[in-house]
Nanobody, 121 residues
Framework: QVQLLQSGGGSVQAGGSLKLTCTVS????????RGWYRQAQGKERELVSM???????TLADAVKGRFTISQENAGKTWSLQMDDLETEDTAVYYC???????????????WGHGTQVNVTE
């Protein structure tokens, strides 16, 4: 069973930095997209950043200039570097990917378990 294993997060004061990392747990035929979502309390889950199938990057307006998505290990691992954090960034962050486990499989959505990011004043 393929899983997304995420790490990082925690608590930081406003203006500080945190880094989140996500890794695919086993070999898959293809990683179609990879990225990060977040869900603040009482709000819907929203896209933070995504590396698209053509390697272009989508970044939410609210985090532009502050968050950076990067990938390594042939795209099997990706990270979200979060700088100049604001209290509004407080949320549970989820790594997400569309994976094709085997050659004949379609690209299917996978999610990490989520990790809390708390930004205090």
């Amino acid at each position: 069973q393929v899983q997304l294993l995420q790490s990082g997060g925690g608590s930081v004061q406003a203006g500080g930095s945190l880094k989140l990392t996500c890794t695919v747990s086993k070999w898959v035929r293809a990683i179609c997209t990879r990225g990060w979502y977040r869900q603040a309390q009482g709000k819907e889950r929203e896209l933070v950043s995504m590396v698209n199938v053509d390697d272009t990057i989508t970044l939410a307006d609210a985090v532009k200039g502050r968050f950076t998505i990067s990938q390594e290990n042939a795209g099997k691992t990706w990270s979200l570097q979060m700088d100049d954090l604001e209290t509004e960034d407080t949320a549970v962050y989820y790594c997400a990917a569309r994976l094709r486990p085997a050659a004949r499989d379609p690209c299917t959505d996978y999610w990490g378990h989520g990790t809390q990011v708390n930004v205090t004043e």
